[in-house]
Nanobody
């Protein structure tokens, strides 16, 4: 009952920037933690960054200092600002959220993913 839709992916040169957005919709009462994960070809999906409703953030070591996660609780939207992009950042980026529906049911939702390609 909760859907996530990512946007903002694309092709960028190394050293460039992209800003990803993910909007949650549906029968939402509250969203707790939101986050971004990515999966490169031939690799497992890995955590990129997470943010709690109160703004506590967590980053993978590989993106610290380059990426910044933020959210707008009023819009049920999470963002990922990606700067100084490297070819190894290439992959499908997935949005994740967990929380409670209006019927007081816990939920965990994933977006379909958005492709980020960084050329050298």
């Amino acid at each position: 009952q909760v859907q996530l839709v990512e946007s903002g992916g694309g092709l960028v040169q190394a050293g460039g920037s992209l800003r990803l957005s993910c909007a949650a919709s549906g029968s939402i009462f509250t969203i707790n933690t939101m986050g971004w994960y990515r999966q490169a070809p031939g690799k497992q999906r890995e955590l990129v960054a997470t943010i709690t409703r109160g703004g506590l953030t967590n980053y993978a070591d590989s993106v610290k200092g380059r990426f910044a996660i933020s959210r707008d609780n009023a819009k049920n939207t999470v963002y990922l600002q990606m700067n100084s992009l490297k070819p190894e950042d290439t992959g499908v980026y997935y949005c994740n959220a967990n929380g409670v529906t209006i019927t007081l049911i816990d939920f965990i939702s994933w977006g379909r993913g958005t492709q980020v390609t960084v050329s050298s």
